[in-house]
């Protein structure tokens, strides 16, 4: 598969078409839409933005970037039931899974197996890529099944920290809304639920390992679309704090760090869907100092945005997964370095 840049008049159409919605949407609207004036993106991005490879299949929906220590990239199309590679050295896209369990999420733990949010499957996987055993992480708490397992991170000690989310308000059917972390030693423990969060989705851990990042994205009305920032103390969180909200618009899905700490962070729609969810954010990569202050954006050219993960032998390729394409972009900060196994 040939691989394209993004053309000029593409990624400006792109930009003034977000840009025309920003200004239709803020006579009406405070907010996220007031945030994007006077961002220094050249700061975070070094450009252009590339189609790396564009999925073809019955349905399509990506997510769930992950680099593999080779820079191999694995990525999911949920609806299919697939999980898929993108070698970027031979420019292939091959078929790494079928039957995923609605794979979403996909993370690589620190002795390089590939660990899976298999949504449909109500489960959290983790393969060998040496001899493809599937080993069950979790598919249950406290008697109850999960919900849909959606995105997954790690700390520097190994513990994996998980959402898990469906419209569910009833413990006595299925586990509620929640964010759970499972220890080296396999234990599974609950560290946030509902009704304190709404609907979680991406997490990520800080490179200091002393803050969890959970994104809320519930489209229903004046519900959480924001992202909340955690202090970590032995795997616990604790000391909530709000520090971004992306309301009216829509919420974040899934988000990255850079080595200084700054979240990449996939939001905003191109066209309502039904939900209370406005264009006041808008479509692409936002980048957010610890602290919650919008940094840099980077404006991507199809709905519907889904997540990224920093890849590349330098870690300074930011590869981002966005309706039927896996894109790339280069950037001035590297990602966090990878844990040898």
Known sequence: MKSRLVTRREFLAANVAAGMTLFAVSARAAGISELYAGLKSDEFFAGPLKEEAKVVDQKVFT????AASDGRIFFTNASAAKILI?????????TFRENSG???GLLFDHSGRLLACEGKA???TRTDLKTGE????VDQFEGHPLGAPNDLTIDARGRVYF???LPNDDPKTQNVNSVYRIGPN????RILHEPDIHMPNGVEVSPDGHTLYLIESDGRENRNRCIFAYDLNEGMATNARRIIDFSPGRGGDGLCVDAEGNLYVA???????GTSETLDTKPGVHVISPNGKLLAYLATPIDTLTNCTFGGEDRKTLYITCGDLLLSVRTQRPGPKKIAP
């Open 267 to 273: 939001a905003g729609l191109h066209k309502t869907r």
């Open 86 to 94: 993108w070698n970027p050295q031979t420019r292939e896209l091959s």
């Open 102 to 104: 609605e794979a979403n």
């Open 163 to 165: 959402t898990s989310r």
């Open 63 to 66: 997510e769930g970037p992950a």
């Open 186 to 189: 396999g234990r599974v423990t």
């Open 134 to 137: 599937i080993t069950v992480l």
């Open 122 to 124: 109500g489960r959290v």
